[in-house]
Nanobody, 127 residues
């Protein structure tokens, strides 16, 4: 069992920055691919970014590429999402998720391959 706890959300003006954190407790954190997803009001939850277990492999949605950076610190059991140049369309609840290790392909967008989810943190970007 892995428990995930997101923090760092809030209200920011367009063009600003936020850093989200996701602290994991429970089973060995370093063995999991970790990802961030988000869900805007009235929309389906969507993939944002993923990072491999060692931190040397990352993948981003086109909508955030060049603005967001995912990273992890396995010693602290924490994954981060640095969000820069925020836009109003980035407004959403952001969730971190741990991918089931039996899935080794690179289809990080497949939400059904994730075993554990956090409760989410709200990010609101004003124009």
């Amino acid at each position: 069992q892995v428990q995930l706890d997101e923090s760092g959300g809030g209200l920011v003006q367009a063009g600003g920055s936020l850093r989200l954190s996701c602290a994991a407790t429970g089973r060995t954190f370093s063995g999991y691919v970790m990802s961030w997803f988000r869900q805007a009001p009235g929309k389906a939850r969507e993939f944002v970014a993923a990072i491999g277990w060692s931190g040397d492999s990352t993948n981003y949605a086109d909508s955030v590429k060049g603005r967001f950076t995912i990273s992890r610190d396995n010693a602290k059991n924490t994954v981060y999402l640095q969000m820069n140049t925020l836009k109003p369309e980035d407004t959403a609840v952001y969730y971190c998720a741990a991918r089931n290790p039996i899935f080794t392909n690179s289809n990080y967008r497949a939400q059904q391959t994730y075993s554990y989810w956090g409760q989410g943190t709200q990010v609101t970007v004003s124009s």
